[in-house]
């Protein structure tokens, strides 16, 4: 798949390479293990680590640079704006079994007040060179620094005592000075600064990997109007490739790369691009919008499964806002990738989506007895953020996904404009669907009250939704013709619905003939199952009876 033309190449050829521990071994038999390594970045390394287990992955751990070592844990021992030093014990256990060189390489890149708050945690500390006297009333016996300058009763379970003490030996054993320092900061700074010191450097390091305070994220779901997107308006991302500086030919995390691959219209303007230089900085912006994404989700970032999410909903929203801006035009839409900001695009998709949640929060509360599929469509698109309803993809089926095409749209605007006809029909003979939605079960359902009255014009009645009588059932089943309703009957049935709407000033046009059509359609075969001998409404189908009970 490596030689396959266009930008999309070096991704696919990615997808295709070694995953996990094959990608280890392909990596440690390279001719410079440790440059190959190197080369990774931070979100590809940790990506691998967490892929295969830190086990799995203690080679990969012990060549990785300090720098590498230290974005791991920006991403995984933070909950929020919260530091879970306890966490980090894991990822410490690996770095010991390195060696003691390697232990005070990464600990002396890792941030003082970090290196501080780890240690406050798991001890409480005595100066000796003060004279003060430690506490020995613990359970455990306490841990002397090989220079006796303090004491340390060690805190937790046995497993942390035993990864503290061996940390404060190779410790001491690497750079003694920066062992005292964690020590005596550890002692003496209070923990709410070192939290909020930590939490500022981590921050600044995560922002240039897109990950931003939380209301900056927020930015990407401010409306934007698809024609004040402009291709050509110059508002490109300016930025190389987001990720550790010093790591060379990086990639996007694989989870991100297959849903750029996978999303048909994005993959097809991006292949047309022709520029590898273009290609890297579409990556990098690309991830920056899938970390905003996850700041605005307060998602850990570390998380695989926000990871996944986030890339799934990015590459869709992008492509969508893409087709929209592009007008479906792929030689427009590759013009747009290279002029236009991937966050402008973004936010063009979801405003289009949006425009589609708002419009279902106005039908729900009057659509509660609209049935399938409309509910599960009104489900999907009043969540916060409007997704797409899989039911719509195929009859039956459950769950979501983002809207990732103008077919998506369309599909689900249809539906939506069916389910307004269907209200306004409803509405139009007089019933009243938020006093029905209050109603407990089994109560009417939204067409119950359409199928009634146009049984009673059937019938040669009025086209109205009061309970039908043992006699319009009877004369509505006279009025099939071998099962089926003639051709005069539809018409009038029409003319009558036609009628009311007309007198209510709302245009049904071609959708309500079909929809009337629909609603007779279903009429014949339950008019066609009663056996005027024996004629119960009580286990009449579909309309209403006088007996109260719904179909």
């Not at 003082?112 to 004279?131: H, S, V, Y």
């Not at 929203?317 to 792929?330: A, N, P, Q, W």
């Not at 013009?335 to 729900?364: E, I, K, M, S």
Request: net charge negative; charged share 25%.
């Amino acid at each position: 798949m490596t030689d396959l033309p266009g930008p999309l190449a070096r991704l696919r050829a990615q997808l295709a390479g070694p995953r996990g521990v094959r990608r280890i071994d392909a990596l440690l038999s390279a001719p410079d293990p440790a440059a190959a390594v190197a080369g990774l970045s931070v979100t590809e390394i940790f990506e691998l680590i967490n892929e295969v287990g830190l086990d799995d992955a203690a080679e990969l751990v012990h060549l990785a640079t300090p720098a590498q070592l230290r974005g791991c844990l920006d991403l995984d021992v933070w909950e929020r704006d919260q530091p879970r030093v306890e966490l980090a014990r894991p990822w410490l256990a690996a770095i010991l079994d390195a060696g003691h060189e390697k232990l005070g390489q990464v600990w002396a890149a890792l941030d003082p007040e970090w290196r501080a708050l780890f240690l406050q945690r798991n001890a409480r500390i005595w100066d000796l060179t003060l004279g003060e006297e430690p506490d020995d009333s613990g359970e455990q016996p306490l841990y002397f620094t090989v220079d006796r300058f303090f004491a340390l009763d060690l805190l937790g379970d046995e497993d942390t005592q035993r990864l503290v003490r061996a940390l404060l030996d190779d410790l001491y054993r690497a750079d003694a000075d920066l062992a005292r320092h964690t020590i005596m900061a550890a002692r003496s700074e209070p923990g709410p600064e070192l939290e909020e010191d930590s939490l500022r450097w981590r921050a600044g390091r995560l922002a240039d990997l897109g990950y931003v305070d939380y209301y900056e994220a927020l930015e990407l779901f401010r409306p934007l109007e698809a024609g004040a997107v402009v291709v050509g308006e110059g508002s490109q991302d300016r930025l190389g490739p987001v990720l550790d500086p010093e790591a060379s030919s990086p990639h996007l995390p694989v989870t991100v790369a297959e849903h750029v691959v996978a999303r048909s219209f994005l993959a097809r303007a991006w292949d047309r691009l022709g520029d590898p230089a273009e290609e890297e900085r579409l990556e990098g912006a690309l991830l920056v919008v899938v970390n905003k994404l996850l700041a605005a989700a307060r998602a850990r970032p570390g998380d695989p499964a926000s990871l996944r999410a986030g890339a799934d909903y990015a590459t869709a929203t992008i492509s969508l806002g893409l087709e929209v801006v592009s007008k479906g035009d792929l030689e427009r839409a590759a013009a747009a990738l290279r002029t236009v900001a991937l966050g402008r695009l973004f936010r063009a998709g979801y405003t289009v989506g949006a425009r589609l949640g708002r419009l279902a929060h106005g039908l729900a509360p009057r659509a509660t007895t609209a049935g399938e599929p409309a509910a599960a469509v009104l489900a999907a698109l009043t969540q916060p953020r409007p997704l797409y309803p899989r039911a719509l993809d195929e009859a039956g089926r459950s769950g979501v996904r983002p809207f990732e095409s103008q077919a998506d749209l369309r599909r689900a605007a249809e539906l939506l404009a069916r389910l307004t006809l269907r209200i306004a029909v409803a509405e139009s003979l007089g019933v009243n669907l938020l006093a029905m939605a209050q109603l407990p079960e089994p109560r009417p359902e939204l067409d119950d009250h359409v199928r009634t009255a146009l049984a009673r014009v059937i019938a040669g009645g009025e086209l109205a939704p009061r309970a039908l009588g043992r006699d319009e059932l009877a004369g509505a089943r006279a009025a099939l013709a071998d099962g089926r309703l003639p051709a005069a009957v539809r018409e009038r049935a029409h003319q009558a619905v036609v009628a009311r709407l007309d007198g209510a000033r709302i245009q049904g046009g071609g959708q309500l003939a079909a929809l009337v059509d629909a609603w007779l359609d279903e009429l014949e075969p339950l008019l066609a199952a009663l056996d005027p001998a024996r004629l119960d409404p009580r286990f009449v189908a579909g309309v209403l009876v006088e007996t109260g009970a719904r179909a």
